[in-house]
């Protein structure tokens, strides 16, 4: 017997209404189906179990895996006046005793614990004689051989289930992409379950990727946190001593604090709270910070190196905005990134054959790991990563110092988790370095099955003049000449492979590769050429490649001249080279108003009827007409097709598309002033 779920919304939880998608998720759960819930961080994930729980009145058992993340939903229960236990390592024994007769008794109606509890002989059991009406496991995606790795424990999950069957299992994640997703459901057990993937579209948050060398980045980030606005600000650093440094760097413009697992808990807490209280405007961090924040004015939120996954890049600029307000997140990244990330995969994943010599010396007998080392003469540290990869595959049987051989079937699972590792990194790159919109890709990524994928409109592909870092510039006539050849070898060819395009457009590579891969980005940018992801199979891998594919027949040079191109300039091997200069915003010039009252209401009607036939052409704005030359138009006023023709920025081609729609906005605005 299940209560009225809009009651209990608004008499437990003081809620009138529910957020965007929780709706239908809470249904189902209450009808007792599976679900499966991925949905991004701070859109209400723990409502959707926390209310059908309630609505079938018995006990939810929740598993979660971060002590932190469940004390904070203890408390929050707590004080709706809800009963509720936690069991994890750092309560005292009484307390988790008294917490399983809570249990049994049926006193509680959330009980939460950490993995671990679920290997304790007997303890699944005790939850099976008296069972849940519905198991929450939380941070799914940690479950998933696809997905992040994590503690033994949590991927165990799924064979304790079936013991607390028939109550129904949600499975809840922030990121997951298809594959985990499946994964998920296979290694739960999840029967016939409900899928909500939904809700991964943040409309306020601008997303801006920024080459930058490591050299550079203190620079742009200490220009970019100067201004109040882009406080409170989250900043993503690669590691604990970069954290420290930053934070002190950034000490005479705001007030920084360093995060990372090496402080104390004590000072994790009392950092945390400052800047949860206002007292603190930047975190920098690791990715040690984060899991549960919910702050909700973050303006900006800056990584200063390449993230290692698409999934944790999301999950962390998902902190800045949630009050709805226009945020930003700003990536700064290079080519060096990537050979850091490539440094630190060969020490996370030891060569499989350390693995297999190690497997080869393991008997059934148990050996000490100290006798082991001595035999194979390997560097200690390569030696204790190996063995905790050979465990965690089921290669090696662990006890404390004492080592035996385990199963032989662990060499596949390390591999392919080995390439599963490899193609995040390739993720997160591909999304840095591809020409299409940021926010569009993130949905594709995650598969939202309720996105239009329609462009968002503010990022640094589809608003380029609103970027608070990278700058752009128009295109010189040597680039306008470059990107004219481009467009001629499409237009007699269609689509081409962008490696195939570049040998035909510059067979003798005077234009360095990356330099064409900025002038593909131009041309897609303005909407005159269009990239697409594509992959073909060789030797059983998926090798992935882009596709370019005209979609706007012959601009004109007036529209060649208008392309952006970032500011950067090229050295002679094709590296990337910054300018040293202030990094105004693009579009500062604009900011202000006209003068002219009649001449500013026609810059503002000009720009809604951009705005509109942008949304018909499914491209940004600035692609239909750029701010100056709205700007240009409104303070010439032209009357005539001549006169529109002598304004910057308007060729032939926008004459004849869009003249006689500009000049009746002009005249319409001219007489209203008149009269």
Request: with cysteine; glycine share 6%.
């Amino acid at each position: 017997m299940t209560q009225p779920l809009h009651d209990i919304l608004q008499k437990t939880f003081g809620f009138q209404s529910f957020r965007p998608n929780q709706e239908p998720v809470c249904h189902a759960a209450a009808e007792g189906r599976d679900v499966l819930l991925v949905m991004p961080t701070g859109s209400g994930k723990s409502l959707c179990y926390q209310l059908p729980g309630l609505a079938r009145q018995g006990t939810t058992l929740v598993i979660s895996p971060l002590i932190a993340l469940m004390e904070d939903q203890v408390a929050k229960l707590e004080s709706l006046g809800l009963a509720v236990a936690r069991i994890h390592s750092g309560r005292e024994r009484l307390a988790s005793r008294q917490a399983c007769f809570d249990y049994l008794e049926g006193k509680l109606q959330f009980l939460f614990i950490a993995p671990e509890r679920l290997s304790v002989t007997g303890f699944p059991e005790m939850l099976a004689k008296r069972k849940p009406v519905l198991v929450a496991v939380d941070e799914a995606h940690c479950i998933s051989q696809w997905g992040h790795d994590f503690r033994p424990d949590y991927r165990m999950i799924g064979q304790y289930l079936p013991l607390l069957r028939p109550a129904a299992v949600m499975a809840l994640t922030a990121t997951a992409t298809p594959s985990v997703q499946g994964d998920i459901e296979r290694q739960l057990g999840l029967i016939k379950p409900a899928r909500f993937i939904q809700g991964f579209r943040r409309e306020n948050i601008a997303v801006e990727v920024v080459e930058a060398a490591p050299s550079e980045r203190l620079e742009l980030l200490r220009e970019l946190i100067a201004d109040p606005k882009r406080r409170p600000a989250i900043i993503y650093a690669l590691n604990r001593k970069q954290t420290e440094s930053l934070a002190v760097d950034l000490s005479d413009l705001a007030k920084p604090a360093a995060y990372h697992a090496g402080l104390s808990t004590a000072l994790r807490s009392s950092v945390q709270d400052d800047f949860l209280a206002g007292k603190l405007d930047v975190m920098v961090a690791t990715i040690a910070f984060g899991m549960g924040i919910d702050k909700p004015d973050v303006r900006t939120v800056v990584h200063v190196a390449l993230p290692g996954s698409v999934e944790r890049y999301y999950q962390e600029i998902g902190r800045a905005g949630r009050d709805g307000a226009p945020s930003r997140a700003i990536l700064m990244q290079s080519y060096s990134d990537r050979r850091t990330h490539d440094f630190f995969f060969e020490q996370d994943y030891p060569d499989v054959a350390i693995l297999d010599e190690i497997f080869k010396r393991l008997k059934e007998d148990p050996i000490s790991k100290e006798e082991l080392l001595e035999k194979l003469r390997l560097d200690v540290d390569v030696f204790e990563k190996a063995v905790d990869r050979l465990w965690t595959y089921g290669g090696a049987l662990v006890e404390y110092d004492q080592i035996k051989r385990g199963s032989t079937r662990w060499r596949d699972g390390y591999l392919f988790q080995c390439d599963q590792k490899s193609a995040q990194i390739e993720a997160m790159i591909q999304l840095a370095q591809n020409h299409q919109c940021r926010m569009a890709m993130l949905v594709r990524h995650f598969g939202d099955l309720s996105d239009s994928r329609s462009p968002c409109g503010i990022c640094d592909y589809c608003a380029p003049l609103e970027c608070e870092v990278q700058r752009f510039r128009a295109a010189s006539v040597r680039e306008q000449n470059q990107l004219r050849r481009i467009v001629k070898t499409l237009h007699s060819a269609g689509s081409r492979a962008t490696g195939k395009l570049y040998a035909d457009v510059f067979p003798t590579q005077e234009v360095p590769r990356r330099t064409f891969e900025d002038l593909l980005g131009s041309l897609a940018r303005a909407g005159v050429v269009q990239l697409q992801d594509a992959s073909f199979e060789k030797d059983g891998k998926e090798i992935p490649y882009r596709v370019a594919r005209l979609v706007k027949s012959k601009p004109d040079d007036s529209e060649l001249a208008a392309i952006l191109m970032k500011e950067e300039v090229a050295t002679a091997d094709g590296s990337r080279a910054r300018k040293k200069k202030e990094f105004p915003k693009a579009s500062a010039a604009l900011d202000t108003k006209l003068e002219d009252p009649a001449s500013q209401k026609i810059e503002d009607e000009l720009k809604a009827w951009r705005t509109a036939k942008a949304k018909e052409r499914g491209v940004p704005p600035y692609c239909v007409l750029s701010n100056q030359t709205l700007r240009n138009v409104a303070v010439a006023r032209p009357g005539a097709d001549q006169d529109l023709l002598a304004i910057p920025g308007i060729g032939p081609t926008i004459a004849r598309t869009y003249g006689t729609e500009i000049l009746q906005i002009v005249k319409n605005g001219s007489t209203s002033a008149d009269a």
